[in-house]
């Protein structure tokens, strides 16, 4: 008889689930495990998506809410500038990741809720991410700033990416997640610095998660094309690939950030993104529409020749950095859409359109 102690057991294989993920309280586990992804999206919100028709004689791609801006600078008591900011879904309702400039001109970001999508409850406290693991909170210790959230529902909790002033070495891609908009958790930084506009894609391309973002530099980076990335669990990302780069002498010439989650239709993904233009009197950002291939998001099917909405309203050329229109979040239902944007770095504003249409722009010439 062998002696069965001694003899040599092969390892139990084990699905390797990183820290990040494993971290989710057990309740939402058992949630994730026994729903599918279709039966979550149908339980989320059935709210109205906040909307506004055409208005009579315009035939624009898109058009603002006779609201704006939604949201004012001084919502809070504290906050000089609320702007560029990510507005998802949420239960019966809607929630979100604001970007707040308070009165020190310190940049954070804040948790809000609302009924509508247009009035908002938006938290005086910035969100307090719990780190995911202990080295997480070594390593990276708290963010000096955090700026420009994006929000993206992504298997079984809803993804925050956003700029991550690292330390102080400079700003990079910040990740983290809630299930509720109460508790947050952060995860690693998922490029180096410098850079800025990460935009999760809202499902795995082929087994991998998928991002954009763009490399920059430390200061207002007078460049900047869109990049392509893949990870496995969140945590290390590779397989990197370029995208878009400016087109010299149009609105879009300095450079190019993707705005709101790509949102997948038949045709491809459709991608809302930000073009920046150099005047004599400095950035001019306007907003862009392309369609990308969808197992292949790092191809361009078509790309908008013209801007969609550029900074023409008051308060888009009017703030803290005039002449900005920036697109950071985007509501669906059915063939509708409505689009978060900041607005002269200052304020928040509302635009609606039709996807059908804003593919067809994107590849009228
Ligand atoms: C970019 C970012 C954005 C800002 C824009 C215009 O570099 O910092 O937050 O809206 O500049 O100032």
Same mark, same amino acid.
């Given at each position: ?9 092969? !390892? ?27 039966? $979550? ?6 709210? @109205?998506? @906040? ?15 006779? /609201? ?27 929630? /979100? ?7 020190? $001109? ?29 080295? +997480? ?9 955090? #700026? ?9 909790? #809803? ?12 700003? +990079?891609?910040?990740? /983290?997640?809630? +299930?509720?908009?109460? +508790? ?21 391309? /082929? ?6 973002? =763009?490399?920059?530099?430390?200061? &207002?980076?007078?460049?900047? %094309? ?6 496995? %669990? ?5 397989? &990197? ?32 993104? &930000? ?17 990308? %291939?969808?197992?292949? @998001?790092?191809?361009?099917?078509? $790309?908008?020749? %013209?801007?969609?909405?550029? !900074? ?28 978060? #944007? ?9 635009? &609606? ?10 590849? =009228?010439?």
């Amino acid at each position: 008889m062998p002696d069965e102690s001694s003899a040599y057991k092969a !390892p139990v294989q084990r699905q390797w689930v990183p820290e990040c993920l494993r971290a989710l309280p057990d309740a939402v586990h058992d949630r994730a495990a026994t729903e599918t992804q279709e039966d $979550r999206r149908t339980m989320t919100s059935q709210a @109205p998506m @906040p909307w506004q028709d055409r208005p009579a004689g315009s035939s624009a791609p898109m058009w603002r809410n006779s /609201g704006n801006p939604i949201i004012r600078r001084d919502l809070l008591p504290h906050s000089n500038s609320i702007f560029n900011s990510a507005v998802v879904r949420y239960e019966d309702a809607f929630a /979100g990741v604001f970007r707040v400039d308070d009165m020190t $001109r310190t940049m954070d970001v804040h948790a809000g809720r609302s009924a509508d999508g247009l009035v908002w409850r938006i938290e005086e406290r910035p969100i307090d991410f719990a780190p995911a693991d202990a080295r +997480t909170a070594h390593i990276q210790e708290r963010f000096v700033h955090a #700026y420009d959230p994006r929000v993206t529902w992504l298997e079984d909790r #809803y993804w925050v990416s956003w700029c991550n002033s690292y330390n102080g070495h400079g700003p +990079t891609i910040g990740l /983290g997640w809630t +299930t509720d908009f109460s +508790t947050f958790t952060q995860v690693e930084n998922a490029f180096l610095p410098f850079n800025r506009n990460g935009v999760l894609f809202p499902r795995r391309i /082929g087994d991998a998660y998928a991002m954009y973002s =763009r490399p920059s530099d430390d200061g &207002h980076t007078p460049f900047g %094309d869109i990049y392509y990335s893949e990870s496995p %669990d969140m945590i290390h990302w590779g397989r &990197h690939r370029h995208v878009m780069a400016p087109v010299p002498w149009t609105w879009q010439s300095t450079k190019v950030g993707a705005g709101p989650t790509p949102i997948e239709t038949a045709e491809g993904w459709l991608l809302l993104y &930000h073009g920046v233009l150099t005047s004599c009197n400095g950035f001019v950002y306007s907003m862009g529409v392309a369609l990308m %291939d969808l197992e292949e @998001p790092w191809r361009v099917i078509a $790309r908008s020749h %013209d801007y969609v909405l550029a !900074p023409h309203a008051p308060y888009e050329q009017v703030g803290d950095v005039p002449n900005v229109f920036f697109p950071c979040a985007a509501l669906t239902d059915g063939d509708r859409i409505s689009v978060y #944007y900041g607005a002269a770095d200052t304020v928040t504003g509302l635009a &609606h359109g039709y996807l059908n249409e804003l593919i067809d722009f994107a590849r =009228r010439r």
